[in-house]
């Protein structure tokens, strides 16, 4: 009877150090729908995370619409960003007309709103593109200085 009462402790204890649950992970969504006409799309998990939408309205009243959304800097640094609207038409397709990739930087903890208007009165909702600026280097080849001394002597 002790022994069946030791090896029931002991596969109770065994059970109990396996079942240890992992803690959730946190999903961080990239699209904010929750406006009606204002989609929200984040380029990655790390902006998602830094860049919150304190505010985002749209003003459908004027020919034009216009869309204004506030955003905020949660990173205790200065964040250089990118953004873009893409308008598009009660059907859902984009218009022709794109906005360029803007450039901009939040300042630490602080907080910028950004302003689009429609580019056509067909413009029925946008979708407001964010990500963190990736840089394109250009090459600039260095001159030889061998050839540089040939190309004198022959000029000479």
């Known amino acids: 009877m002790k022994l069946k009462l030791v090896v029931m402790a002991i596969m109770t204890l065994i059970l109990c150090a ?3 649950e992992e803690p959730p992970v946190q999903v961080i969504s990239l699209e904010d729908r929750s406006h009606p006409q204002i989609t929200i799309v984040y380029a990655s998990e790390d902006v998602a995370h830094y860049v919150e939408i304190v505010d985002k309205n749209m003003d459908l009243s004027r020919n034009l619409p216009r869309s204004i959304i506030r955003i905020k800097n949660r990173a205790t640094a200065s964040l250089p960003l990118e953004y873009q609207f893409v ?3 009660g059907y859902g397709a984009p218009l022709l007309s794109r906005s360029a990739w803007q450039r901009t ?3 630490q903890n602080g907080e910028k709103s950004f302003a689009d208007m429609g580019k056509s009165p067909l ?3 946008v979708t407001f ?7 394109v280097e250009i090459w600039v080849p260095t001159p030889d200085p061998v050839d540089m001394m040939k190309q004198q002597q022959a000029q000479q």
């Open 18 to 20: 396996c079942s240890k």
């Open 87 to 89: 308008w598009l038409d």
């Open 105 to 107: 930087t939040l300042p």
């Open 123 to 125: 413009a029925k909702t």
């Open 129 to 135: 593109y964010v990500r963190f600026p990736k840089d």
